[in-house]
């Protein structure tokens, strides 16, 4: 099911190309035109679309700078959607906009959905969107982590079940290596910090302060040390309220008050507001006998024993020593002290927790080991099936004697897993790495399919490929150029007729000079230059009917109006269509 589809592109001032668009559609779209009128180009744009490199030598002659728009619909959780909206980007009524500037200097800049992005996020959304297999361009299958990909997901169930087994042990396997890391490259570090927590408690517990007890021997301190001045205040005041036992006949504020209180009482009897104040006057005398009591009970019991201000002092110095270390006072020194307890009852249990993380670890390893050996198996008899099946696909496209291998290897590595027998490196999907192969020829040794085919073959090579993965690669477009190089009559036949298998499930853009392609497209455009040599803006376009049949019959016999050659193309196109 196709998920996304570029909907078109505008070009301007790229090659021959003055100002075009080209509309394209779901299905499998044919791009077809004379020699040099610039089919090529909408590839090349389609590639400085998805981050290819800026080539200031495309920027069309006088001009100041090319550029490229694309208008791609997709549905909103889709990756790239996803992607492009973390990037600040926004979808336009559910189709993505991005655009591509080259300036005569070479200068490029890119633009998703309304803001200014890297270059190469342009990459990243294109290995979601669109396999590009040209002559000079190969993406998508050409990296051997694709592959990998493609293959588990051809193999279906048999990889995928085990996958999320070995995925899940593979993360915890990363959180034990890391614990344990952080455990035995740290133990020095470790050590001492339990080293210091020790000491520090050993001080707290000796002193063993209680809480408050540094203000509370503050405020002692304070007054054992103005003892003389304290007791002298206080029996002053006493004698101002009670009066003085050396001095018989002198006045004290008792003695004021209790003779306001007789003077009112003598004639309280005549009105009560008096009486009332008479009242409070006694409240006030017997305050004052009470205050003057624990005047004299104070000053009677002031300790002024320098002894006991010295042991004072002593035990201040020893809770100043603390606050210094560990806390602004005594309360947070012991809220210090219970934090420190429970982290060294933490660091002392390191040596028991590294055994049970080497016990975990090493058991981790045993069943990633069995899993990857699941995995190989799977990928191994997958494989197998593949290759068969691309073999298969190119006897019919002119290259009978090719043959494609899948090849799985792995990497010795003294501190991986073990698969058959060996120590071998391993990552997050397993210890495979895939790469797809190509013998051209018999007695050819298989090679990287990026490197044992030339361009042409190459294209077809990757067509087969994509057939045969097709319904399991999720690129939703697929863009051909030369595809059909090298081959004609029967084979060109089987080239369109697997483009159009492959259009079932996504969209195919083919670049192409076969009629016999050309007829299996759902759509056919034609790219014509003006007089002048460019491609305007209606030098691409959508070819119906009796032009389409023109197109055809010229690029049969070189002659659109021979009415053979309109007769083989209409045959042509009948058959494509009874064909698909």
Known sequence: MVVSVLEEMRIRSLGVIEDAVVELSPGFTAVTGETGAGKTMVVTSLGLLLGGRADPGLV????KSASVEGRITLSADAPAAVRAEEAGAELDDGALLISRTVSAEGRSRAYVGGRTVPVGLLGELADELVAVHGQTDQQGLLRPARQREALDRYAGDAVAVPLV????????????????????????????EADLLRFGLEEVANAEPLPGEDTELAAEAERLGHAEAL????????????????????????????????????????????????????????????????????????????????????????LAHLTRKYGVDIDAV??????????????????????????????????????????SDARAEAADRFAGAVTAELAQLAMPHARVTVALRQTDD???????????????????????????????????????????????????????????????????????????????????????????????????????????????????????????????????????VRELSRMLAGLEDSELGRAHAEELLAAAREAR
Do not use: C
């Not at 069309?60 to 001009?63: F, N, S």
């Not at 087994?165 to 490259?185: H, I, N, S, W």
């Open 60 to 63: 069309r002659i006088g001009t």
């Open 165 to 192: 087994k070995y995925g899940a042990a593979y993360r915890r396997l990363r959180e034990v290596a890391g614990e344990l890391d952080e455990l035995t490259t740290r133990a020095r570090e470790r050590a001492q």
């Open 231 to 318: 007791a002298s205040a206080a029996t002053q005041a006493h004698a101002a309220l009670a009066g003085n036992p050396e001095d018989p006949e002198g006045v004290d504020a008792g003695m004021l008050v209790a003779g306001a209180q007789r003077a009112l009482d003598a004639v309280r009897s005549h009105d009560p507001a008096l009486a009332a104040l008479s009242d409070r006057i006694g409240e006030i005398g017997i305050l004052l006998g009470d205050v003057a009591g624990e005047l004299a009970g104070y000053a009677d019991n002031l300790d002024a024993d320098p002894r006991r201000l010295a042991a004072v002092e002593e035990r201040r110095a020893v």
């Open 334 to 375: 012991l809220a210090w002290a219970a934090t420190g307890g429970a982290r060294l009852v933490e660091l002392e249990g390191d040596d028991e927790r590294i055994t049970e993380l080497t016990v975990e670890r090493d058991a981790l390893r045993a069943e990633l080991g069995d899993l990857a050996q699941a995995l």
């Open 414 to 548: 003294p501190e991986g897993v073990v698969v058959g027998g060996r120590t071998v490196a391993f990552g997050a999907t397993g210890a495979d790495e895939v790469e797809l192969q190509l013998a051209p020829h018999p007695g050819a040794p298989p090679r990287p399919i990026s490197k044992g085919a030339s361009g042409g073959e190459l294209s077809r090579v990757m067509l087969a490929v994509e057939v045969v993965f097709a319904g399991s690669d999720p690129v939703p477009t697929y863009l051909f150029d030369e595809v059909d190089a090298g081959v004609g009559g029967k084979a060109a036949v089987e080239v369109g007729r697997r483009l159009a298998k492959l259009a079932r499930t996504a969209q195919v853009v083919v670049v192409t000079h076969l009629p016999q392609v050309a007829a299996f497209a759902d759509r056919q455009l034609l790219v014509e230059k003006t007089n002048d040599g460019s491609v305007t803006r209606s030098g691409v376009r959508v070819l119906e009917g009796e032009e389409r």
